[in-house]
């Protein structure tokens, strides 16, 4: 399939260039800055961009500092021969791929888009590699929730949002009663049968893309509700706290018994004073659930 190219230049000989390479490259051809840039917006996927140092409109590598250097296009920036000493340090001063002189011959160019080409690739699997790092980091692999270093940063962009839109936030804290007593008697391995069973389970009732559920701690887990009332939170842990009485997991044929018990906290703009931080959150959470724990556990409790 042939690669896409933008081509950002005044001069029209580039098409007899891409007919002679038609099976390798698609391009397109723009003769101003501006006309590049309305082509760079376009969701084609291009592989490399070869801008002219001098536009009607432009600077040329003024517009390739423009486009975004990891998702965009490998820029390469086409030169006058008698301006080559001259744009040279400044196009690598720019992470510009490669400098090409106007006279270089049509089999030179299509060796160099076809580098490009392969530099694209590289990019781009370095960085589907990073994203896929990032998630990992960002995600428990047993349970599939978030993991702790990614609540404080959202609850804090939450609380912020709340506070812009006058919209209500709640949080639940949960611990799994008993969690310990399984692994002794069953081994970790049914203890970790049960955390996935009951994050699946918390995924049931809570609405995807909007609420965030994260692997607090060894067997506890924090739910961030945005636009959530107290109530609302309540009513969102009890369901849970149902779902997992109702887990039925077993192991060796006996039934691993579990139950949980739930601390809910919020904020509202209407009081903004109070639980304003995420750490004021985060601690009347605690307290509410240590106090759901002390009263027996497989309850909800709510600290408005």
């Known amino acids: 399939m042939p690669s896409p190219f933008l081509i950002i230049s005044q001069h029209l000989n580039f098409e007899s260039f891409f007919a002679d390479f038609s099976t390798s490259f698609e391009a397109t051809v723009a003769t101003s800055g501006q006309d590049g840039l309305e082509a760079l917006a376009r969701p084609t996927p291009w592989n490399g961009m070869l801008v002219a140092a001098r536009l009607p409109d432009m600077d040329g590598l003024e517009l390739i500092e423009q486009v975004d250097s990891q998702a965009g296009p490998v820029p390469l920036l086409l030169v006058p021969d008698d301006r080559l000493a001259e744009l040279l340090p400044l196009a690598n001063s720019r992470s510009v791929f490669r400098v090409v002189p106007e006279s270089t011959p049509p089999h030179i160019l299509a060796a160099i888009l076809i580098d490009t080409v392969r530099q694209f690739e590289l990019l781009q699997q370095e960085h589907r590699l990073l994203a896929r790092i990032e998630q990992l980091s960002l995600t428990d692999s047993l349970t599939g929730c978030y993991a702790r270093p990614h609540i404080p940063g959202l609850l804090h962009r939450e609380l912020r949002r709340s506070l812009r839109y006058r919209h209500p936030l709640s ?17 970790h391995q049914a203890g970790d ?44 842990a009890t369901r849970m706290r149902e779902r997992c009485a109702q887990l039925g997991q077993t192991e060796d044929g006996r039934t691993l018994a579990c139950s949980a018990s739930f601390g809910i906290a919020g904020f509202t703009p209407d009081n903004a004073k109070r639980n304003a931080t995420a750490e004021d959150l985060l601690l009347l959470a605690e307290r509410c659930l240590l106090q759901a724990k002390a009263a027996g556990g497989n309850q909800v409790l709510c600290c408005p």
């Open 171 to 187: 949080i639940i804290l949960c611990d799994l009663d008993g969690l310990a007593r399984i692994n002794e008697a069953f081994g």
């Open 193 to 236: 049968t049960v955390l996935a069973g009951f994050a699946e389970a918390a995924a049931q009732v809570t609405r995807q893309d909007i609420d965030t559920i994260a692997r607090w701690g060894g067997d506890e887990f924090l739910v961030v509700l945005p636009e959530t009332p107290i109530s609302g939170a309540g009513r969102v």
